[in-house]
């Protein structure tokens, strides 16, 4: 068995892992991260909130660059 296998049938996607050879924590992580993108597609944003959203990632990382650029150069 490969280590996953993804089928589509009757409007349904199964997916086969072995759990030989994948981690538990990252199928967790991974399951959360499909979770969180589900509940993310429900809500209703306008186009403020992406402008909010933009706002506060460019002031963080003005705020923050030089420590993660620190012996980059």
């Known amino acids: 068995m490969e ?3 993804v089928s ?3 409007g349904e996607v199964t997916i086969k ?3 030989s050879k994948i981690d538990l924590d990252i ?3 991974f399951l959360e991260r ?3 993108e589900f509940l993310a597609k429900k809500i209703d944003f306008n186009e403020e909130i992406l402008k ?3 706002e506060i ?3 963080w990382w003005s705020r923050n660059k030089d420590r993660f650029l620190t ?3």
């Open 57 to 59: 990632k460019e002031n």
């Open 3 to 5: 280590a996953i296998q």
């Open 34 to 36: 499909l979770r969180i």
């Open 17 to 19: 892992l072995d759990k």
């Open 27 to 29: 199928i967790l992580d």
């Open 52 to 54: 909010i959203s933009d």
């Open 8 to 10: 589509s049938t009757n």
């Open 71 to 73: 012996g980059a150069k």
